[in-house]
């Protein structure tokens, strides 16, 4: 079993950042694929970035590319979102999530169903 604590949310003014970090407990996540994910009230779960076991292939949305930045420590088990210029419409609360690794498609890395464990999430509120 995987255990996963998001942290660093919060309310911020549009353009602003924040840094959310996911700490994994239970296992070594070292060899999962991880990802973010993000959820707005009456929306459905969204796809928002994901990083290969190694840090080698990583997936972002459209609609964060070049403002979010996914990185990972796995000697400290602990994978983090940095995000920047941020926008009311990234309004949301954030998901992180494992996946043991069965491929590096974009496909597989950004569909939520493919995903094992799941964290309780963090509020994201960005004030306009």
């Known amino acids: 079993q995987v255990q996963l604590v998001e942290s660093g949310g919060g309310l911020v003014q549009a353009g602003g950042s924040l840094r959310l970090s996911c700490a994994a407990s239970g296992r070594t996540v070292g060899v999962y694929t991880m990802g973010w994910f993000r959820q707005a009230p009456g929306k459905e779960r969204e796809f928002v970035v994901a990083i290969s076991w190694n840090g080698g292939t990583i997936y972002y949305a459209d609609s964060v590319k070049g403002r979010f930045t996914i990185s990972r420590d796995n000697a400290k088990n602990t994978v983090y979102l940095q995000m920047n210029s941020l926008k009311p419409e990234d309004t949301a609360v954030y998901h992180c999530?494992?996946?043991?690794?069965?491929?590096?498609?974009?496909?597989?890395?950004?569909?939520?169903?493919?995903?094992?464990?799941w964290g309780q999430g963090t509020q994201v509120t960005v004030s306009s």
């Open positions: 999530a494992a996946q043991r690794a069965v491929g590096i498609s974009r496909a597989t890395m950004s569909t939520a169903g493919r995903y094992d464990y």
